[in-house]
């Protein structure tokens, strides 16, 4: 995994914008960006910085923003790793490579961090054989797999993508 360069040290350019938002309408929404050469948009997945040192949290881009001082902010909603909720798991047979992505209301679900915690993109793919979610086609082979949820709020495995989750801007 890249580690986080310092924001002097980066390329950065906005994408298209999306619209204008904030109580004062003061807050710049885009739809992509890049950054350090590569590019970004919405339902992307991302590695971002672990705060800890540990390995990197995964997270899926639903907003992205600039506010008026000029931070650029993004939204994300995360990915569990087995190990992150182990406790949780007890009787449940995991794949290796296997992530939850979160669902509910509740802490966990979703969070604010500055864009530049962004250190890569990941590749995830879902394997879900409901055929009304769509699946990557991508051809580069995935950092990690899921087709099950982790909801937040009850802090126990979902063997689907409901509704509220898949809402988030479109799954995947």
């Not at 923003?65 to 449940?92: A, C, T």
Request: charged share 30%; hydrophobic share 35%.
């Amino acid at each position: 995994m890249a580690e986080p360069k310092e924001d002097t040290e980066c390329e950065f350019t906005w994408g298209r914008k999306r619209g204008m938002g904030g109580k004062k309408r003061d807050i710049q929404f885009y739809s992509s960006f890049t950054f350090d050469g590569e590019e970004y948009a919405l339902n992307d997945v991302v590695f971002l910085q672990n705060g800890s040192g540990g390995e990197p949290h995964i997270g899926k881009l639903i907003k992205i923003w600039e506010n008026r001082d000029k931070s650029r902010k993004v939204k994300v909603q995360w990915f569990f790793r087995s190990s992150e909720i182990q406790k949780y798991l007890e009787g449940i047979v995991t794949k290796e490579n296997e992530i939850f992505l979160a669902c509910g209301d509740g802490k966990g679900f979703a969070n604010v961090n500055p864009l530049e915690a962004i250190v890569g993109k990941c590749n995830v793919v879902c394997i879900s054989k409901d055929i009304e979610k769509p699946q990557s086609s991508d051809e580069a082979p995935a950092d990690f797999v899921f087709h099950r949820s982790f909801d937040v709020a009850k802090l126990k495995v979902v063997d689907q993508i409901d509704d509220k989750t898949s809402e988030t801007e479109g799954i995947m």
